[in-house]
C-alpha cells in the first residue's frame, strides 16, 4: 500500500507557471507508475501525465503535450508536475495516483488516489 498527498496548488493568471508535487509513503515507492489527474467542477476525472517506474517514459495528455512536465525523484518518493503557458481551462483539483499492475493504458488502473490539490487559472 501507498498513501499519497499532494501539494503546491494555487491560483495564477493565464500564462504562468506552477509546480505540483505528490508525497507518498512506504519503501516501495518505485514499483508504482505514477500519474496526475485532474477534476473541473461537472466534469469527468480526466487524466493529464504519467511516468515510469523510473522515469525512463513518460506520457501526456493531448490537452497538455508541450505544456506540462511530469517528473519523480525516487529517492524521495516524490512525483512532480511542472505546470507551464497554464490556461483557464486548466483550472482543476489535481490528483496524484499510483498504479501497481502496470497495465497497458496508462490512463486507467491506479490503485491508491491522494486527497487533491486545487488549481485555478485566470484570466
Known amino acids: 500500500q501507498v498513501q499519497l498527498q499532494e501539494s503546491g496548488g494555487g491560483s495564477v493568471q493565464a500564462g504562468g507557471s506552477l509546480r505540483l508535487s505528490c508525497a507518498a509513503s512506504g519503501r516501495t515507492f518505485s514499483n508504482y507508475r505514477m500519474g496526475w489527474f485532474r477534476q473541473a467542477p461537472g466534469k469527468e476525472r480526466e487524466f493529464v501525465a504519467a511516468?515510469?517506474?523510473?522515469?525512463?517514459?513518460?506520457y501526456y495528455a493531448n490537452s497538455v503535450q508541450g505544456r506540462f512536465i511530469i517528473s519523480r525523484d525516487n529517492a524521495k518518493n516524490t512525483v512532480f508536475l511542472q505546470m507551464n503557458s497554464l490556461k483557464p481551462e486548466d483550472t482543476a483539483v489535481y490528483y496524484c495516483?499510483?498504479?501497481?499492475?502496470?497495465?497497458?493504458?496508462?490512463?486507467?488502473?491506479?490503485?491508491?488516489w491522494g486527497q487533491g490539490t486545487q488549481v485555478t487559472v485566470s484570466l
Open positions: 511516468i515510469s517506474r523510473y522515469g525512463g517514459t513518460t
Open positions: 495516483a499510483a498504479d501497481l499492475t502496470h497495465g497497458t493504458n496508462w490512463q486507467v488502473g491506479y490503485d491508491y
